[in-house]
């Protein structure tokens, strides 16, 4: 199985090669962690790192 991308600048995992929430090409395949937001708006996670829309996103992008 293929390692995922995540885009570098919002760090949403992303299939194609264009970010649907920044729209940056910039992704990259080194990765480490995962966050499922389900309700952007309620999440004290997602309001503390700035994450607006629900979706995957790594912790960290290299």
């Given at each position: ?8 600048k919002c ?14 090409n ?8 995962r966050?499922y937001?389900t309700?952007?708006e309620?999440?004290m996670?997602a309001q503390?790192?700035?994450i ?11």
């Amino acid at each position: 199985m293929a390692k995922k991308k995540a885009c570098k600048k919002c760090k949403l995992f992303v299939e194609g090669d264009i970010c649907p929430i920044c729209k940056s090409n910039s992704m990259t395949t080194t990765w480490q962690g995962r966050l499922y937001i389900t309700d952007a708006e309620r999440s004290m996670i997602a309001q503390n790192i700035g994450i607006k829309a629900k979706g995957e996103y790594a912790i960290k992008v290299r």
